[in-house]
């Protein structure tokens, strides 16, 4: 089964590489048909292709894109929001504040159009929280606390002692016992 749709891919010169590389609202990258000169001078035609991405930390696609001396590495689907949905780095009044782009389905390979859209970093927490794609809690590895350390955490901080003793007693930030105690973290 493919993993693109019926509907039409349609390209866009990347800024900054125009004429050298495009991007689809597909979240395909590839790069044109020129020529290019060799270190010993020469010209000689270089056929355009399709670029495969390196994952980055097992979370996003990247690609390089090269211009003579000019190497960029820059993550697919934010190349794929610049071209198709604007730039929120330019003063567009919609985008304002919306510097992060969120996957809607959570896939973070699936970097179509379709499936991108500019958000708050708040936002974009609030989207991985209310949809389950972070991983809370107990199924997160590097969780100090454990669901009893919550519950006695939160029954002492209901009797009056402060974030700051709790804090110190189980070896984490005022920040963390904060987040629990307000239940941002260790939701139900």
């Known amino acids: 089964m493919s993993n693109y749709s019926t509907e039409e891919e349609i390209f866009k010169d990347v800024t900054g590489f125009e004429g050298l590389y495009q991007v689809?609202?597909?979240?395909?990258?590839?790069?044109?048909?020129?020529?290019?000169?060799?270190?010993?001078g020469k010209i000689v035609p270089k056929k355009g292709k399709f670029l495969k991405s390196d994952i980055s930390g097992g979370h996003y696609g990247r690609v390089t894109l090269r211009d003579k001396d000019v190497s960029k590495r820059d993550f697919v689907h934010r190349l794929v929001a610049f071209e198709f949905l604007g730039n929120p780095f330019k003063g567009d009044v919609l985008l304002k504040g919306k510097t992060e782009v969120n996957h809607k389905d959570g896939n973070t390979f699936n970097?179509?159009?379709?499936?991108?859209?500019?958000?708050?970093?708040?936002?974009?927490?609030?989207?991985?929280?209310?949809n389950g794609f972070t991983a809370h809690g107990a199924i997160n590895g590097r969780a100090i606390l454990d669901e009893r350390d919550v519950s006695v955490i939160r029954r002492?901080?209901?009797?009056?002692?402060?974030?700051q003793v709790l804090?110190?007693?189980?070896?984490?930030?005022?920040?963390?016992i904060g987040d629990v105690v307000n239940f941002k973290t260790w939701i139900r």
């Open 24 to 40: 689809s609202n597909m979240g395909r990258v590839r790069s044109l048909d020129r020529l290019t000169e060799c270190k010993n």
């Open 111 to 130: 970097n179509a159009l379709t499936n991108l859209e500019w958000v708050t970093k708040s936002e974009n927490m609030l989207h991985a929280r209310e």
């Open 156 to 163: 002492l901080y209901d009797k009056g002692v402060t974030q």
């Open 167 to 176: 804090s110190e007693a189980y070896g984490v930030s005022r920040a963390n």
